[in-house]
């Protein structure tokens, strides 16, 4: 363990992803700035009861590729799609975790709701065969820190290790909170992320009963479902899958010559304290929350170029997160200004709960290296309440800091910015 230093530098080096628009970060990126959807009509189970069939689900995933088939039949996706992201955003680092640093690297790692599917497919086992046929194991691997131990167990990562739940908010909490225990001194490295696979049947049946799930523009395709920020938008698609981001200090990056996307500069978190679902009046949870995120350490609130914001395509929650950006960045967040870019890339992936943050911290870490913003699918009409630069078609444009923000059900907001890293 070091001495804590909060001005410890931290560099994302690795990234690994699992999503609706695909497995790995090369297709995943691709797709995003090609304005390739990743949504359409649900097969996890029979939607032709539902008014509402979509989702985006992930496809060509092998679980057996990442984990041991004994592990993989005790589990659920959930925790495969984590353990794939880490493992990919570990190879993409290139360090090599080994008996002699193996204790200086965490994993801050979670889940919205962990393994669902596992719980209920045993409470039917309970009541269609009898106690003594239910699984003993179900347990272990249904918990919200399931996946955090199985990264550990397959990688050899045996530092710091937690799982940050915050509902649609936890892939940012876990990402910004393992860059804190780098600074800590906690650890040298850190597999952070997010994971989720909520396209259950139960729970489709809930939110669709909270009328909270979007439909398509009328005549129009699936894929039209999400559309953040925009006027007609009506409200949110499930998706599914994981995002990893291997961070590690920066004078180790430095010294072991490895590939530097972007430094984590900023991250806020504060609570609405207002209802479970709806956000507070004004957005001013995630207002303070992004602020923290820009005072923490000095980032300029004008040089912040791009948000990648939880832009949900709900009527209400696109209102008040439109708000908050106001309130923290003042005009230069208006559309006419075309200042401060936002890339709804959940117009793409539905929204991905648990693994959201995560995924588009991937994207906006993509972003922050490439210079390019992908633009928003579906975005047309604009909203006079969102007054906001929506980019709807991808474009190259210089990206000094980016922000990616997410707020989540229970009130919780996080926020977290990156910095384009010069070799500074």
């Known amino acids: 363990m070091r001495t804590p230093d909060y001005q410890r530098r931290v560099v994302v080096t690795g990234l690994g992803v699992v999503s609706p628009v695909g497995n790995d970060k090369a297709t995943a990126w691709s797709n995003l700035v090609n304005g390739n959807s990743g949504l359409g009509e ?8 539902y008014d509402h069939k979509f989702g985006g689900e992930v496809h060509d995933f092998d679980a057996s590729a990442w984990m041991e088939p004994k592990a993989v039949r005790r589990s659920e996706r959930e925790m495969h799609f984590g353990v794939s992201a880490a493992k ?14 193996r204790t200086d690297v965490g ?3 979670g889940s919205g709701a962990g393994g669902q599917l596992l719980m209920i497919e045993s409470y039917i086992t309970l009541k269609e065969r009898g106690a003594n046929r ?15 131990g199985m990264i550990a167990i397959e990688t050899g990562a045996i530092g710091h290790n937690v799982a940050m739940v915050s509902a649609c908010a936890t892939g940012t909490h876990n990402v910004a909170e393992g860059a804190e225990a780098i600074r800590r001194g906690d650890c040298i490295a850190v597999i952070s992320g997010s994971t989720e696979a909520p396209l259950i049947e139960v729970a489709h049946a809930g939110f669709e009963n909270m009328r909270g799930l979007g439909m398509p523009r009328p005549g129009e395709p699936i894929q039209t479902v999400s559309r953040p920020f925009d006027l007609t938008r009506n409200g949110f698609v499930l998706g599914e899958g994981a995002g990893s981001l291997f961070l590690e200090d920066l004078e180790l990056a430095k010294a072991r010559g490895a590939h530097i996307y972007a ?3 900023g991250y806020g978190s ?7 679902i709806q956000p507070i009046e004004g957005g001013s949870g995630s207002a303070r929350a992004m602020r923290m995120a820009v005072e923490r350490r000095g980032v300029p609130a004008d ?3 791009l948000i990648n914001p939880h832009g949900t395509s709900t009527p209400v929650g696109d209102v008040r997160e439109a708000q908050a950006i106001w309130t923290v960045f003042g005009d230069r967040a208006a559309g006419a200004r075309r200042s401060l870019a936002i890339s709804g890339t959940k117009s793409m992936t539905g929204h991905m709960m648990g693994a959201a943050g995560a995924f588009e911290a991937f994207a906006t870490v993509m972003s922050v290296a490439e210079q390019t913003v992908p633009g928003t699918l579906n975005y047309r009409d604009a909203d006079p309440e969102c007054d906001l630069w929506v980019v709807d078609e991808t ?3 210089p990206i000094r800091y980016a922000l990616s923000n997410n707020i989540g059900l229970g009130g919780h907001n996080g926020a977290v910015i990156f910095k384009r890293y010069d070799g500074d």
């Open 263 to 265: 430094e984590i500069v």
């Open 42 to 49: 649900i097969t996890r189970f029979d939607v032709s009861a």
């Open 107 to 109: 994993v801050v790692f």
């Open 270 to 276: 504060a609570a609405d304290g207002f209802d479970m």
């Open 303 to 305: 040089e912040v170029d």
């Open 134 to 148: 239910v699984p003993p194991t179900f347990i272990a691997n249904a918990l919200v820190d399931s996946t955090s």
């Open 88 to 101: 990919q955003a570990i190879a993409d680092s290139g360090f090599e975790i080994t008996d002699e640093n």
């Open 395 to 397: 474009i190259p444009m």
